[in-house]
């Protein structure tokens, strides 16, 4: 298992390591074949010099690495986010904030990572720059150490922080920078054994980003623990969490029956079932609740949904250039971003309306319950060679996609928080477990993160 951020911080305290150290490590890591695919533009040398800065050792990230998702600005370099269509743009003149909110903490960016093309879809695969394969973070797993079991085939690493996932699973990045619009943080994280911290939206600000839905969008970051997420959001938010450890026995745990459990795969269900257990045998209330208002969903989003009408009126002036523009797109992502061109104005507004009364109903079912807990996603990564760019896999796409997106999405759709965390054993493909609730408990949520990780360290 992967030491985390908080450990090695520990580490460079006692003078038992070093920041050139721990990046030269990092470094090793990028540049081997456990990274094919997920850094489109390394920073190497700018790394090796910020690690070498006096007193880089005392902040907060300590000079450790972390990795830029290719949707947020970085000075002096051109944001593309994945894509072709914006390779030849100016170059950024400032970081975004969330980058400069972890540079000023200590944290040294390594790279920038590679993504699903403009963020547009949750299996991670991008046609452009090839599809980075699922890493076990947890137990260290490669996509082919073990001849004759699943984890011989390369797997998709969900998205669309596809390589910013990547780059926490192996080793190479303590905290991948990315974003969440319908999961974007938390399928990659189920897919590749680590932790995704979803916050509210409006914690951290989304400026120097490319959009795709600015009502869904959200900024957060991948880690390989709690604890870590925990510390890459308070610098993110600019906030403190406040700690408050609570005895098991006093938590009371939603499981929600609409949706969430719908079509799980075995791997998927036995480790939920594992999960819950462990969590009773703990003295944690579960309780089974409904939630019928999971299940409006699909009509509320029936027109298009937020993403689709959101991201077509920032790309419109691309597409209406011609055939020399829409041919750079990726046609799975331009399908879906076209979609939105469907939509009426009244039918936006009636979704935006529909959305605010969801969510006020979702509140009121949700008191007196410190957060609901379900499966991340419902399935274990595919075969990347089932899913790859060709219009024979397109239908099996498309499907996958919708499964991944399917259990998170409701969270944006909330306006809330989530986490994902590993809950699988070392025989498993990765799982990810999701804690979640409402606008603005993210300490809480947090909080009974850090409660019940240790339960779910299965050996």
């Given at each position: 298992m992967l030491q985390d951020l908080t450990a090695t911080k520990e580490d460079l305290l006692s003078a038992a390591t070093s920041p050139a150290a721990e990046i030269e490590k990092s470094i090793a890591i990028a540049q081997s074949r456990a990274c094919q695919h997920v850094f489109l533009r390394p920073m190497f040398d700018q790394a090796r010099s910020r690690a070498a800065e006096p007193g880089i050792a005392a902040t907060p990230l300590g000079g450790l690495s972390f990795s830029v998702k290719d949707l947020f600005d970085i000075e002096g370099q051109v944001t593309a986010a994945g894509s072709r269509v914006l390779a030849s743009d100016a170059p950024a003149l400032a970081d975004s904030p969330a980058v400069a909110r972890l540079r000023a903490a200590g944290g040294n960016p390594i790279a920038r990572t590679n993504m699903v093309e403009f963020a547009f879809s949750g299996v991670g695969i991008n046609p452009h720059f090839g599809t980075p394969a699922a890493w076990d973070g947890r137990y260290g797993m490669a996509p082919g150490p073990i001849p004759g079991t699943d984890h011989a085939v390369p797997r998709v690493p969900g998205g669309s922080s596809s390589g910013a996932a990547v780059s926490v699973a192996t080793g190479a990045a303590f905290i991948g920078l990315g974003s969440d619009t319908g999961g974007s943080i938390r399928v990659p994280a189920a897919l590749n054994g680590i932790v995704g911290f979803k916050n509210t939206a409006r914690l951290v600000p989304a400026g120097g980003t490319v959009p795709l839905s600015p009502t869904l969008d959200t900024v957060c970051a991948m880690t390989r623990s709690v604890r870590d997420a925990v510390l890459a959001h308070e610098i993110l938010s600019g906030t403190r969490v406040a700690r408050q450890a609570r005895p098991?026995?006093?938590?009371?745990?939603?499981?929600?029956?609409?949706?969430?459990?719908?079509?799980?795969?075995?791997?998927?269900?036995?480790?939920?079932?594992?999960?819950?257990?462990?969590?009773?045998?703990?003295?944690?209330?579960?309780?089974?609740?409904?939630l019928a208002e999971l299940g409006e969903l699909a009509a509320i989003q029936a027109t298009g949904g937020f993403s689709a009408v959101e991201s077509y009126a920032w790309h419109r002036r691309f597409i209406s250039v011609g055939d020399s523009v829409r041919g750079q797109y990726d046609p799975r992502v331009l399908a879906r971003i076209e979609r939105g061109a469907q939509m009426r104005a009244y039918e936006y507004f009636e979704l935006v309306t529909a959305r605010r009364d969801w969510i006020a109903r979702m509140a009121s079912a949700l008191q007196g319950f410190d957060a609901v807990i379900s499966p991340t996603v419902p399935i274990v990564a595919p075969p990347i060679a089932n899913l790859a760019p060709n219009p024979a896999h397109d239908?099996?796409?498309?499907?996958?996609?919708?499964?991944?997106?399917?259990?998170?999405?409701?969270?944006?759709?909330?306006?809330?928080?989530?986490?994902?965390?590993?809950?699988?054993t070392p025989a498993e493909l990765p799982v990810g477990l999701m804690l979640w609730h409402a606008a603005m408990h993210d300490d809480a949520i947090l909080n009974l993160a850090l409660d019940i990780e240790p339960l779910l360290q299965f050996s």
């Open positions: 098991l026995p006093s938590l009371r745990l939603a499981v929600a029956r609409t949706v969430m459990l719908d079509a799980l795969d075995h791997t998927v269900a036995q480790a939920f079932a594992r999960s819950l257990q462990r969590l009773s045998q703990a003295g944690v209330t579960l309780v089974e609740i409904p239908d099996a796409f498309f499907r996958v996609n919708a499964l991944l997106l399917r259990n998170p999405s409701a969270v944006n759709m909330l306006d809330g928080c989530a986490i994902s965390m590993p809950c699988h």
